[in-house]
């Protein structure tokens, strides 16, 4: 009751104050990270996020991505793209993992603050220009701007050396048998690395920030991540890897935006789902190889791909 | 006479009889693999596969392409999807090529049969989306779904090692100079790689397989085959290469497929069909220095994007 | 006056004799190589193209790339493709690069001119389909052809040896630090390198062409090539490849195609016009990366893509 109250000023103040209508703004654009437009649940990822850079090590990470969400916002406003969207946090989701990302992968310099405020307005740009593009097909552009762009400023850090890699974490423990026990705490890290985070405590933030506004969806992500990490170790998957719930980020975005797409609850419409996360565990391993060349990560990749097919193959079933 | 009573019997029995309608579905299947829309031309590739898998010392091929085909056509009639396609085998022969392509390339295993299943439905959704995303431009998916999902599982098995892969046969014989004398029999064996198979006597039996359906097929694949050898010659590639007819394949379903979709019979279209063969044994060189690095064959991509090319082209031609 | 007159002969010469009708298509067909729809622009391009030719120490190029336009251009019209935008060049500036890349890149031999003709008139079949394929979106295929048929010979000779790569030219000079008296004969460097040569003298003539045709124009091509080295610089780019234009070009023809599709001139278009040359550098140094396993250069993709994702992101502007 108090809840409703609360949220139903705060729509009002959104109405006829300006500064809150941006807050608004930046807070749906972290929720949208996981697909909800819902501000409570934005202000949750926003501290989840601030958590899991001081716990990596990195408190840098949350000034960051507020600096990344609000030039996106900005620059979006500025331009006057679609309003309802900008209002809904589409603009800005791309920009707050971007903002996640390159201090995550890069060292601290004023070359990377640069770099962010590039990047997340580079974001807007492709998330319009994509959003015109698959028009035709019905598709969302989902985080591509997010993995396009991060994608470039790393490949390019070896020619424009200004901005330097941080070299890879070395991975403390190495695992040859798996316990069940950790099947729940690594299901949760894995809710963690969508925001790149390898933290339980950010994981329980965030699957916090999912149930207020839904807990249907909070469930879908939980046993995404789950299943994932059962399909990895049956199809032999590397324990040390699927301790860190690598193998769970792109499953847990797969299983909620299914969820959230598909009208029918059918058997057939379950199957599918399930069939999906299955999928996005051998695309996650298929792109693990393909990048490797390159050594760049594969992201939130794999999610977009398999989440395009479903989405296209329902659409011919929702046009019977 | 014999044959054409023959015909019209099985086709009031598949009116009438729902076993005798998904045996034609399958056998059309395993026709639609070099565009036969068939159920005799796809009994004999039935044949030739199993012949195939028993010379490649693989008798299980045989049994697992069979499964791949059944499993395709169930999943695309429980998800009721386009009923005349279903009809005409459409769903089925990516599952085809993908339950000769899988136990060709992993170790015989539970793993692998799994993967066999998984696939083959996979390669139902992506051909049901593929044709729905390629609608726009009236091109058919031809066989993406196929080269996706074996690229998929093989790019895969890396990470995911339950599924291991055969060490790549070591091929016997290295030429230094090429007997016209072999243009014919290696041109056979072209028509055998279509299938992935590297015998002369499943070349024969696939030859006679689209012979029984259109004899002007037969000789535009064995024309194809012949001119995409004589331009790897000429343009010199590896002779050993060459006579295991991988320069031909590719080449062989482009020319099947142009002289099938090209309803004029001019100048001007014989002569792109040709320059269609000399491009696809370009494409098949390039794509090959491509993949190098991932380590996966380029199966029929080649003949895809020839193909896709080509009918775009041959679209604006017929707008005018 | 005088010029006002002359080219009002030539236009009226254009109508009535076929062969001045011809000369005219091939010299706005290298005209377009830079957007210029302007005889006269083509004709001092075709100068600068043999003077560059002579420069860089390989005189056939001059006559490889005539023989290119002009084989593009008569099959073109052979097929009967689209009247109107033959008569403006479109068909020929793809075959203009080809015939400037092959023989820069491969070893003189008659493959080379075999390979020059087969790949001209692939480029042609390419503008058409890529032009009827990118309708949908309003979108030019710009260089795509080019790019795309350059690779594919690039990338087959591994496989069919009979086309030879020439062995890089090492530069001279590595520089250390930049001096500034550098940045306008760099620029200009970076104009000649649109058409792959390195030459100040071809530089300076390249841009009297465009001169001819558009100041403004002019004025932009030398604007974003000091841009791009700057931002270059600025970002720790190596400077011996600065120095030789090659973060130029790419940026040369963004700033021109941006330029000429903006109908606008308002604050928000500069912006993003500076904004696209950034990202063209950064887009030039990711794909440098991402190109360096297969050993084959970026040519003009990084232009291609920028372009792409700020025509579509204009449109959705003016949509409104």
Known sequence: MKMQSARQHWHELTNTNRLCQFIDVILRSYGQVMLQNNPLSGLIFLVGVILGGYSAGKPQI?????????????????????????????????????????????????????????????????????????????????????????????????????????????????????????????????????????????????????????????????????????????????????SLGLYSFNAILTAITLATFSSNQDVKTSFYIVFGIILTVFTQAALTTLLKPFAIPVLTMPFILVSWLWLSFNQTLNQR
């Not at 991505?65 to 793209?81: H, R």
């Not at 990377?112 to 220009?129: G, K």
């Not at 200004?162 to 705490?185: C, R």
Request: charged fraction near 5%; hydrophobic fraction near 55%; aromatic fraction near 12%.
């Open 62 to 242: 949350g000034l960051a991505c507020l600096l990344a969400v609000i030039s996106a916002n900005v620059v979006a406003y500025l331009y006057q793209l679609n309003h309802k969207a900008w209002q809904q946090g589409i603009y800005g989701f791309n920009a707050c993992l971007i903002g996640i990302a390159l201090p995550t992968f890069c060292e601290n310099s004023l070359y990377l603050w640069c770099s962010i405020v590039l990047a997340t307005i580079l974001s807007v740009f492709i998330t319009q220009a994509f959003n015109t593009i698959l028009q035709q097909w019905c598709l969302p552009c989902l985080t591509t701007p997010f993995v396009l762009t991060t994608w470039l400023f790393l490949l390019a850090t070896p020619s424009l050396s200004a901005l330097t890699l941080q070299p890879p974490a070395t991975s403390g423990a190495q695992f040859s048998s798996y316990s069940l026990l950790h099947l729940v705490p690594d299901s949760i890290l894995g809710i963690a690395e969508v925001f790149l985070f390898n933290s339980t405590l950010a994981g329980i933030i965030f699957l916090a920030g999912l149930a207020v506004n839904s807990l249907k969806i909070a469930i879908y992500a939980l046993a995404g991540s789950v299943l994932a990490i059962g399909i990895a170790l049956l199809y032999g998957g590397q324990i040390t890897i699927i």
